[in-house]
Structure formats: C-alpha cells, structure tokens
C-alpha cells in the first residue's frame, strides 16, 4: 500500500470526499490541490489571464522538471519565473545569457584563499530554488551544457567536489523566436531535458486591459506574498511522487510514446525519457486536481507540452507546415483510451 | 470506416499477418479462375504473384510509395519468366488479348501461357494493391476490394465452367472477417474468437447462396463476345467423300476402344444451298471440356480411345455428344452440334480419349417432342422447282401423323421401303441430284438418303441437320476398326428440350444382314413408338406437349428459386432484427450482473457509452464524453463519469455502492438520451450493430 506522508497544516481543510473513496490518501491529495490552485491564484494576480501557462510552470515544479518557455519579448517569461519564487518564498536569481557568458559564470568558481590557504568554492547563480534562464540560446553550447548538466544531476561538480543546488530547484529557460542571428539554437538532446515547453502568448484583449489598469495600483511583484514555504514544496513534490498509477494508464502512456516512434511524419519520437517526464507530470496534475489517481485526461492534458518539444518532423512533414503538436493531437486521436482496468 | 489505431500501429506480427491475409485474399480470387483453367496449372502462377507484393509491402513500408510499386513491377517481370519459360516481350500484348481469347475459348482453357498471364496480372494486382492499402492506410475493408474484384472477373469468365466458387466465396468471407478483426486492433483472444464466428457467417452464405434466384441463371459473358465466324475446316465437304469411301471399302481410318457399339460422328453439316452440305459451327479453343446440348435428361457416360489409322482431314470422330476430350493439342470444339476438330490433321497413330454422353430420354418424352424454334437457317430450303415436289413427297409420307417426331419416323420409313441402297449410285447430294434420286433411281447411297431426308423434314417445318459418320465398325478384342466401308451419313432433328435426335432413312444392304446395331435398335424403336401412336393411347395430337414437362425441364419442378431466394433473404432479416434486438439487451444484462463491483462500474460507463452512440475503444477520455454531451445528459453523466475513473484507476477498487450509484447515474443517461433522440435515430443506431 502506497504511504503518504504530505500534510500541510497551514491549508484549509479540504471537502470531504464521496463515500465510496479512500478517505486518507484523498484527503491528502485535496489539500495539495488547495495549495496549489491557491499558488497559481497568486501567481495570477502578476500574470493576468495565463491561468493554463502558469499551472504549467507549477506542474513542472512539483515534478521537479525544468520548464523551456519560448515567447516574443514582453509576453511575462521573467515575470512568471520571479513571481514563481514570490509565491514559493524561495530563492531565484536570473542569468542573462550572452555569448560570452562562461561556464563558471553559472556553476560558481573555486578561489585559493590567502588567508585560509586553501580554495573556496563560489557558488555561481545556478545555486538558488529558482533559476532564469533568459535567452538560453544566445550563449554558447559550452556554457549551455553546463547548465543542463546541473538541471539533469542536481548538483555542480568543481575540482571533483560536488556541491548539490538546493530544493526546489526548477530552471525556467526562456528563448526568443524572432531575431535569431547569432543564436545558438538547443540540439534535440538537450530540448529532450526541459519536461516541458510551452507559450506565454499575447494576453487576450480583457485580461491586457487589466494589466493596463493594474499598472499604478496593482499589486506589484515585490510586493507579492508568499502563500508556500520551500520545504512545503518539497512535501508537495514528494507527495506528487507517490500519487497512484494503474497499469492501463502506464499503457496509454507507452502506445503514445510508441506511436510517435511509428509516425511517418516524424523522423524522430519521443524517448523513454519523455515516457518517464509524461508520468511525472500526470501525477502532479492528478494532485493538482485533488486525485490520488492519475487517469487518463491528465496525460492527455500534458501530452503536447510535455511530448511536442522532443518530436523532430520529417523534411516532408515540414515542407507541408506540418506541426508537431498537430501531430500529436492526430495521434492522441486515434489512440484509444483505455476502457477496462 | 477507420481503424482506430494509427497507421504503423501495432506488433510486427500484426503487420505480417496483415499482409498475409491480403495475399490469402488475392490468392483465394485468383483460385477462382480453377473453373476456367485446370488447377494443377493455375497453383504455380497465383503463389507467386499473391505473395511477391505481399511481401514487398511489408519490407519497403517504411519507404516511398514509387519504391514498392517499382518493385512490384520488377517482380510481375520476374513472374512471366517461369510462365514463358524465358523472356516474353510479348507478355503485354498476350495480357490485352487474353480477354477475347478466354471468352472465345470454351472451358476450361488449355493452360497457355498467352492466357495464363492473365491470372498472374490480376492476382499479382490484388495483391499489390490490398497490401499496399493496409500498409499504408488506416481502412479496414478497402483492401478487400481488390480481391473481390478479382474474384468478380473469375466468376464471370469462369461461368460456363465446371465445378463451384462457393468455397471460394466462403474463403473471401473469413479472410475479410479475420482482415476486419486485425485492423481493429484487438487482442489474439478476439481473433480465435471471430475467425470460428466469420466461418460460421462463410458456411450460412454457402448454404444460402444457391438459393439465391441469379445463382440459377447466371450472366454469361460470353453471349455477348464477338465469336469467331464459322470456319471453312476442310477443302472436300466429308459428306463427299463418302461416295469415294464406299468405293474402298477396305481401308482402315481408325479404331475405338469402348465398352459398346456406337456410330461415330465425325462431322456435322447444318447449311445447305442447293448444291452441297456445309458447317455453320463456330469452333471454339478448348482445354478438352465440351458444353453439354440442352438434354438435361438421363443420359449415359461412355468412355472411347480412338486411335487414328488413314483418317483424312483434321475432323475427330467420337460417339454422340462429346463431354470432355483428353490427349488432342489445339483441340476446338463446336459447343452447338459438339463436333471436335484438331488444329492439324491427326497423323497416323494419333490418340486421345472421349467421354461422351449418350441420351436416353424416355418413350414419353419422345412422344411429346415438339420441334424446336430457333435458327430458321435449320430449316431453309435453297430456292427452287424442287421445295414443291419435296414437300409434297413429305407430306404424302407423313400422311395422318400429327405428332412432329411421328412425322419423322413415317418419313424415315418411307425413304427406308420406298428406295434401295445402292453403293454404285451416283455420288451427288444437290437439289437436281436428289430430285433424280427421289423421281427417277431411287437407288443411292446414305449421302442421298439423309440429304433428302433432311430437307423433307425442313418442308414439313422440322429443324434438321445431316451427320456424317461411321457404323461402330468391326469389333476385335474390345476394339473396334472402322474402315472406309463403315461411313455412313444420317439426319438429325432437332426437338424442344430433347436435342438433336438421330434418324437413319438409308435401308440396309439388300440380300445382306444388316450388321448395324445402332441403327437396327433406332429403327426397332421408332417402330414401338408407332404401334403406341396406333394404339391411341397416347395420341397423336400436338396438344400433349402442354400437358407435361418435356424431358430434363422436370428439374425445373418445385419452389420457384424467387421464392427460395426471398424466404432465405427473409430469414436473414429475421435473423439480423432478432439479433440487433437481443444482443444490446444481452450486453445490458450481462455488464449489470457481473461479479465484482469494479465490473459493475465499468458496465454502467461502458453502457452509458453505447447509449451515447460512441464506438467501442474511442479515443476520448471520460471528461470529453462529458463535455461532448452538456444539459441533462451531463447531470448524470459526470458524477458517472468520475465513479468510473475512480473505480478504474484508483488503487482500490469498487464498492458495492459506487456499483449502486453509476448504474442510476447509467439509467438515468440511457433515460435523458432516450428522450433527446428521436425515434429514427435511435431505430438506426439500434440495428447498426456493434
């Protein structure tokens, strides 16, 4: 039997659930999905009208993944990061990449104290709860890999001394997809270690005029007050891993996987990895929606964030301004959802 | 319709079996050509051709079309090789004229390459383009199609032939029943479940099938081919040589082994224009079958070898109407009057076998022969002085006999006691020589004899037809030599659902015992006949033939085949109502009673499902069958609908009472559905079974 050991004191109590339902690991389940929608409803309040974007970011966080977020400039990518941390009362510090950023920019350097007589590590900005990454693809592949190197370990290794980032550690990575002279667009296997990509996208036309109307006296992102502790976060994240899966849900998750491999419109599928990152992220959505259960509508949900970033299209496909996303919408189409435990 | 899976979907197993069955399919068409070739022919040209593309679509799948299609040729040039036995660039124009050729052709065809290379196109075809389909779409059927078309062809060139494509038909059926069972992308368990199903299905419509009204008389092709014009086979008409023949008596022209006396027929002459007898046949290819006359009556098989010895000419003999011919290259028969002839004259020692039918209708089909309709060519008369003195002496003979075959047999014996046969008479079978014949002499050989016959019978509106052909010859040791001497010429008349019937006007030999048997028990019988007209008892009058059936119609008696064909279509119906009835009320009944709670709850969303109209193994998760149905339907449909995610994908299971609840939330569903949908449609979505 799975243990859950989640408790929040400081959420409300949650509605009981119905009778023919485990009360334990539902209660449990219900808080976390209290505190989540109330983060998101904080986080909402600086990001008007993303509701769906910002949930995203938080499911990334919960399923301790790193969030690739790909916008025009002046659509909120930063301010969805810092008013992650905000919300989260953790540490966030931002990196702007440049082409002449070094490793040792982002991971720390070691430097020989006179005093000491021995080297110190300086921790470089990669050591805090939230990282931005703000326009990855304008640094050089050296010093790209040396962040992904960290978001995949956890921890940065200096003179054969690892020194581990603290928890919660999620990395929002932003990319810009106009004006890309001098860039250095990601390879395929570094894409594959974001858990998700997603689009800010314009406001709609109600949601910029209250941003326009909130700009004197709304609240402002300094200001934001935090509703969650990073230890909260942790329990959540370590609840969110022990949230149930049934075989058939394991199933669905593989024949998509697999039918990404097998379609002629792709020259290549999703990996095991993106099998593992889509059942990650299920399970906090589960929780998120106040289930101890993933089912199958919470794969289906997360599949094109999670799923359409990995997918590389055949030069047929391309030609025909095929999508990715299309593609993966055509496959969850025609994939049957399981109907029988 | 669509399978549900994507196209590349699915184990490899799935692909090959796939593929396999779609060359099962093009191979079970092509075997539908066996009632127009022999299949020990047919087997080595459909194998390759159905498994080749096959193949090639489940290794180049993951290739471009153009790649498959131009290996598929590359292979169909591979196949000729074997059939030809080398390079055939003639192939391509073989194909196009294989069409008239087969349909000119009376089966089953000799297995010519020429003809050959048809089945090998089609199947190859099928094939090609069944495993492509299903290699390369998500249709479930369509690569049945092919196939089926194929099939059709075979049908249609094979109607004439011998034995049955319901077996085939029964295999296209289970192959496109176990096709839609693996395109639906179930378990193995379904197809060991639906394969005995689609058998049972392929054994119904096995059964069903004759019954159906086209089964009985089906659309033959070949009526509406351009047939060959009747040929001019011989430069000397055999009908003059028999003349030349009695003159030398003594020559052996060939010898039959058979169990029995029979005269020998060699020629068959319909035309005649005042000066000579000729062929009207249109000689068509064979690969030794003959179609039967429209004797459908008892009838007896007898066997013969013939063994050619000074025979002339590229006529075959053989004994009454020849059913199949065994032994002779380039064989062509005449499917109206069954005479045979070979592409070249036989030589000496040539041999080959004969099955013929004998028939032997019953006294009272022969007296209730009417003459039958039809050709007026069988019953011209050439113009001229001569029709009046013809027809008078006909009718002088035929004198107070009504009945057609009567008239016959009074004509027979009256050229049988009014003439004399004389092998010295002069040769000659034109008006003015049969005029002589009949005035003057009187004296003739069997050439004057049937001709004037012949033509007697035509005034009196008899189809008629005269026969050249031998006596059964000498027996020896089960074999019996036919030589020059043994030529004989008689008439033949041709009657409603009886055929052609023989008559022998030529007496026998004056001074000599007649030594023919055939025609001593034809003339016995004929004189039976006529004491029982003379008797009465069975009259004379031409009403009779009213009165009953005529000969093989008998089998025409029973239910009429519309009526069989509509009680079976009936019952089908019935059967399909019943069944489109009892199995969602079954299905109901069993998801409501099944053991375990968590069951239970799957049954209730399942049932809600199909009351909701969705197909079995959709692609949609339970919240978007939920928002696809808003207002009354989604009360009830959402609680359900989170019960049923509950019970399936939490770690516990369900309780008696989540049971409980989704069945009302299912009733109620079933009930809002009910009364949102109106009645037609809720009637077709009742008998579209699923």
Redesign the interface.
Known sequence: ??QYHYQDQSAQPAQPP?????QG?QQLAGQFAQRFQMLAATIEQVIRGKREAVELALICLFAEGHLLVEDVPGTGKTTLARSIAAAVDAEWRRVQFTPDLLPSDITGVSIFNQAHQKFEFHEGPVFANIVLADEINRASPKTQSALLEVMEERRVTVDAEPHPVPRPFLVVATQNPVDMDGTYPLPEAQLDRFLMKISVGYPGHAAEVEVLKGVPTGLQLDRLQAVARASDVAGMIDFATRV???D??YDYIV?LC??TR???HLRLGASPRGSLALLRAARVKAAAAG???????DV?ALAVPVIAHRLILTPEAELRDVTAAAVLG???????????? | MTA??????GPWWRRVAEAAVAAALAGAAGWGFHRVFPGGALLPVIVPAAVAPAAVAVLARRGPLWLALALDVALWCAGTLPLYGGLAPGAPADLVDAWQALLTTLLPAQPEPRLLILVHTLVWAAALTGAETLART?TRLAAVLPALAVYVLALLLGVNGEGSNLPVAAALLVLAAVLALLRD?RSPVWLLAGTPAAAALAALALVAGPLLPVAARPYDPRQDADLPPPARVDSVSPLDRVSAWLQIPGRELFTVRADRPLNWRLAVLDRYDGVRWTSGARFQPTGGRVPADEWTGRAREVRQTVTVEGLPGAWLPAAERPALVEGVAGLTADPDSGALLAAAAPGRGARYEVTSRVPEPSKEELLAARPAGGDPALTAFPPGPQEELFRRLAQEAARGADAPIRQAYRLQNHLRTSARYDVTAPPGHSLKSLEFFLRTTRRGTSEQFASAFALMARTLGLPSRVVVGFRPGEPSGGVYHVRSGHVMAWAEIRFEGLGWRPFYPTPGRSGAKDDHEVVSSAIEESERLEGEFAKGGTGGDQERPRDRPVGGEEAAEGPSPWLLGGAAAGLLLAGYAAAALALPWWRRRSRRAAASP?ARV?GAW?QACDDLGLR?????????VVARHPGDISTHLQPLA??S????????G??E??AG?AWRHSDAVRRAVRASTPLPARLRRRLLLR
């Open positions: 039997m799975t119905p009778a023919y339902q485990q690991p149930h899966v049934a058939p849900v024949a697999g039918a097998t379609s002629p289930r101890h259960y993933v089912v199958p509508e289906k055509e496959i969850l189409a025609g994939t049957p959802v399981p109907q029988a435990a | 549900r899976r994507p196209p590349e979907g998500r992308g968590g799957l399942l079995d193994g959709h692609a949609l998760t339970a919240a978007e989170e019960i995610n509950y019970v399936r994908y939490a770690p516990d369900g309780t009472e989540a609840q």
